[in-house]
Every structure is written in structure tokens, then in C-alpha cells.
């Protein structure tokens, strides 16, 4: 059954909050271990694309599910709109500059990745809500 446009948006936005929660508890997590452990740059540098990347694939899997519809497009959109976000909180808050082409580049790889997300769940057999016996 095909779904509606509402019921796409809806899983873009539960799958969207779903990435940004998921985000600021690892940013949290990160945050503490550099000021704990003294982590390197280089290692917050990987925590950083790590944290994306969980980030991205749980949004994907709230939006799209196993066995849903428009994975591809959905996963795309849902990445982008992460990586846009990020972006645009970072700017606001004060980050530091960063490169146009960078930016670009990530969003690009991260919108390739939850493209590719979604199109494997979509793909994926549905799982059916098992029924319960009664003796």
C-alpha cells in the first residue's frame, strides 16, 4: 500500500529527532571523555564522523523501516536535511569556519549514505507482528 505524503513527512520527522537525540547524547558522551580522558584531536575528529553516521542510520531506519517505500529518496532527504541542520546549529552557535567545499562534501557523502540506507531497508522483507498462541 502506498503512503501518503503526510505519513512520509511524519517518518522524516520522527526519524529526523531521532538522529538529532541521538546526536546530542553522543556529543555529550564525546564532550566528556575529552575532558576526562584527554582525548586527541584526531580521535574527536573520527568521534565526530562516527557520531554522524549512527545518527544518519538510525533517522534512516525510523523513516523508511524494513520493507518501506521511497527508501532511496527518503534516506537521502533525511540525511541531507541532518547534515544541513548540523551545519546551520554549528554556524549559529559559533563554530568556527569551515570550508564551503567540505561542507559540501559531507552533506554529499552523508546524503549518499542514507540513500543507500534507505534503499537496503526498503528492500528488506517486512516483518510481521507475531501472533500470540493461546492453549
Known amino acids: 500500500m502506498a503512503k501518503s505524503r503526510v505519513q512520509v513527512l511524519a517518518g522524516l520527522a520522527k526519524g529526523l529527532l531521532a538522529a538529532i537525540a541521538l546526536t546530542l547524547v553522543l556529543m555529550a558522551a564525546v564532550a566528556a571523555a575529552a575532558v576526562f580522558l584527554n582525548v586527541s584531536d584526531g580521535l574527536l575528529t573520527a568521534l565526530n564522523q562516527l557520531m554522524k553516521l549512527a545518527?544518519?542510520?538510525l533517522g534512516v531506519r525510523l523513516a523508511v523501516?524494513?520493507?518501506?517505500e521511497r527508501g532511496f529518496l527518503t534516506g537521502m532527504a533525511l540525511a541531507m536535511l541532518y547534515m544541513?541542520?548540523?551545519y546551520l546549529g554549528y554556524a549559529l552557535l559559533g563554530g568556527g569556519a569551515f570550508s564551503a567545499a567540505d561542507m559540501l562534501g559531507e552533506i554529499l557523502i552523508g546524503a549518499a549514505i542514507g540513500a543507500a540506507a534507505g534503499a537496503v531497508l526498503a528492500n528488506l522483507p517486512a516483518r510481521g507482528r507475531r501472533k500470540i498462541?493461546?492453549?
Not at 65 to 68: D, F, I, K, L, V
Open 55 to 57: 545518527a544518519i542510520l
Open 65 to 68: 523501516g524494513r520493507g518501506g
Open 84 to 86: 544541513i541542520l548540523g
Open 133 to 135: 498462541r493461546t492453549a
